[in-house]
């Protein structure tokens, strides 16, 4: 993984810009699972991880703690901000809705650039299936590809407050997703069923069916949240 050193030989000498650097690496490592939840963020392992000082971690740190992805602990440091049962709900529930709301402004506002990025978004996630190996890096490619095709539906909506909203609520439900994909987007009988899902949702959208795109996206988006309840209650 390069280091924040190696990104700043490109970047300008900026402060601000470092430490930014250093906040996307750690926010990454967290939402994709490099450090679990609950676990304590060593200053002495942050630093040899992204070859910083402690200023710039601390920054961060500190900015993740806005963001609920740390705690802090009274004159301990910081841990990884654990995750829950009821959390995990209230996440999914809120992004069920906000997705819907975003769907439904946009089947009403998204035009044939907005249909066309949807197709070109659904083809490019089709291809990627044979990505899907056990390989953690084929899972987090074929999420990329996911990610995107959701946002080229999102977009539409025309409003940017929507839209940061539903980037905020997507990576507070990265770390449960994570957990999700590693353990089920490997077998081919999930992943057909995501397809079958995304097929069918962008035949609604084409078809500017507002109520069956809701209802649609609702169940895909909520399917996780579900599964890891009755797979994985353990984590709770």
Avoid at 28 to 41: H, Q, R, S, T, V
Avoid at 81 to 103: F, G, N
Wanted: aromatic share 6%.
């Amino acid at each position: 993984m390069p280091t924040v050193a190696q990104y700043a030989t490109t970047a300008p000498e900026n402060s601000d810009n470092y430490a930014s650097q250093v906040l996307g690496q750690l926010k990454k490592d967290i939402l994709n699972g490099y450090f679990g939840p609950g676990e304590k963020l060593k200053m002495a392992t942050l630093k040899e991880r992204y070859q910083v000082g402690v200023s710039p971690l601390r920054e961060a740190l500190s900015q993740l703690l806005v963001e609920q992805l740390v705690v802090v602990e009274n004159q301990r440091g910081f841990r990884v901000h654990p995750i829950s049962l009821a959390e995990m709900k209230d996440i999914y529930d809120t992004r069920a809705q906000i997705e819907a709301l975003c769907v439904r402004q946009a089947i009403a506002r998204g035009d044939d650039n907005w249909e066309a990025a949807i197709v070109a978004a659904s083809h490019r996630l089709n291809k990627s299936g044979e990505l899907l190996a056990k390989a953690a890096d084929d899972v987090q490619e074929w999420e990329l590809r996911h990610q995107a095709f959701h946002t080229a539906i999102a977009s539409g909506c025309g409003s940017g407050t929507l839209m940061q909203v539903r980037r905020s609520l997507y990576e507070k439900a990265s770390r449960y997703r994570n957990l999700w994909l590693n353990q089920n987007m490997s077998e081919r009988s999930v992943y057909h069923a995501n397809r079958q899902e995304h097929d069918e949702l962008v035949a609604a959208l084409l078809q500017r069916d507002s109520e069956a795109a809701i209802d649609l996206i609702s169940q895909h988006l909520l399917r996780p949240s579900q599964l890891l309840q009755q797979a994985e209650p353990s984590l709770f």
